[in-house]
T-cell receptor
Framework: AQSVTQLDSHVSVSEGTPVLLRCNYSSSYSPSLFWYVQHPNKGLQLLLK??????LVKGINGFEAEFKKSETSFHLTKPSAHMSDAAEYFCVVSDLSTDKLIFGTGTRLQVFP | DAGVTQSPTHLIKTRGQQVTLRCSPK?????VSWYQQALGQGPQFIFQ???????QRGNFPDRFSGHQFPNYSSELNVNALLLGDSALYLC???????????FGSGTRLTVV
């Protein structure tokens, strides 16, 4: 069975400092991995996706993630946090046999001025 | 180009009642999935519709049912509502597995 584990439920950073949101995955075959962001009272927006092409994936709003098979990780990073980045972030794996998305429990990012 | 549209945005129902939520997929998308997001949790897969048939189903009771219409829009029905059904219900549409899913803003259901 496939799953994702988000290692931090909350992350706090100062504006202008780097962001690191950690995600480990479990999959019996090469997974499709995604990061979604959810702002308060909003739906989910796709930040980036990995589908077995380049291991370093660039997304929207300056975010990127690196797929590391040896570490079964797919951590999300951004060089410099902005106040508007404050939101809930979900690491997601796609179950290729059923085509459903399996979400992690989420990481709440707080950005302080 | 409109994305995924869900209606209504908010809904309050009484225990035991029935509710219908609606979703219009992104233009060109033929697959619709429904997710339940309880407060403070990640979304949980309910079911997926493709070509007007339920293709996959998550661990939800039969009180949860759905439908997909020829124009690819979809409905989620929940019967005999329980307090625990209170959640944000998200609809997601896609064209294929690789391109990923586009989510709507959701319907906030409160059962009292």
């Amino acid at each position: 069975a496939q799953s994702v584990t988000q290692l931090d439920s909350h992350v706090s950073v100062s504006e202008g400092t780097p962001v690191l949101l950690r995600c480990n995955y479990s999959s019996s075959y090469s997974p499709s991995l995604f990061w979604y962001v959810q702002h308060p009272n909003k739906g989910l927006q796709l930040l980036l996706k990995y589908t077995s092409a380049a291991t370093l994936v660039k997304g929207i709003n300056g975010f990127e993630a690196e797929f590391k098979k040896s570490e079964t990780s797919f951590h999300l990073t951004k060089p410099s946090a902005h106040m508007s980045d404050a939101a809930e972030y979900f690491c997601v794996v796609s179950d290729l046999s059923t085509d459903k998305l399996i979400f992690g429990t989420g990481t709440r990012l707080q950005v302080f001025p | 180009d409109a994305g995924v549209t869900q209606s209504p945005t908010h809904l309050i129902k009484t225990r035991g009642q029935q509710v219908t939520l609606r979703c219009s997929p992104k233009s060109g998308h033929d697959t619709v999935s429904w997710y339940q997001q309880a407060l403070g949790q990640g979304p949980q897969f309910i079911f997926q519709y493709y070509e007007e048939e339920e293709r996959q189903r998550g661990n939800f009771p039969d009180r949860f049912s759905g439908h997909q219409f020829p124009n690819y829009s979809s409905e989620l029905n929940v019967n005999a509502l329980l307090l625990g059904d209170s959640a944000l219900y998200l609809c997601a549409s896609s064209l294929d597995r690789v391109s990923g899913y586009t989510f709507g803003s959701g319907t906030r259901l409160t059962v009292v």
